[in-house]
Nanobody, 123 residues
Framework: QVQLVESGGGSVQPGGSLRLSCVAS????????VGWFRQAPGKEREAVSC????????YTRASVRGRFTISRDNAKNTVYLEMNSLKPEDPAVYYC????????????????WGQGTQVTVSS
């Protein structure tokens, strides 16, 4: 079965850290661009970061740049989102998505989506 499964969400205090994982099954992530997105209650989904399939070029939105890092481990068929210095504006359901496109830039659309993992930041 082709699917993406996110994990690693949870509740942390402001300034805390979490590492989200996006594990693919039924296919290899190696030739896929992978993006992380988030959606907070009452807000539209927004792109957080992505990693291209060619040369692993990464892109990160300005509001999390320097705090969040995306990476991939092809041996584990997994893409990670390392989140540090979490802020009260970061809580959301975080989703990973994958698109089978071989290029250095991230695609505008993704064909495969995970079910999401909840991130809460609270003191």
């Amino acid at each position: 079965q082709v699917q993406l499964v996110e994990s690693g969400g949870g509740s942390v205090q402001p300034g805390g850290s979490l590492r989200l994982s996006c594990v693919a099954s039924g296919f290899s992530l190696k030739s896929y661009a992978v993006g992380w997105f988030r959606q907070a209650p009452g807000k539209e989904r927004e792109a957080v970061s992505c990693i291209s399939s060619f040369n692993d070029v990464t892109y990160t939105r300005a509001s999390v740049r320097g705090r969040f890092t995306i990476s991939r481990d092809n041996a584990k068929n997994t893409v990670y989102l390392e989140m540090n210095s979490l802020k009260p504006e970061d809580p959301a359901v975080y989703y990973c998505a994958a698109e089978n496109v071989y290029r250095e830039t991230c695609p505008p659309d993704y064909e495969l989506w995970g079910q999401g993992t909840q991130v809460t930041v609270s003191s």
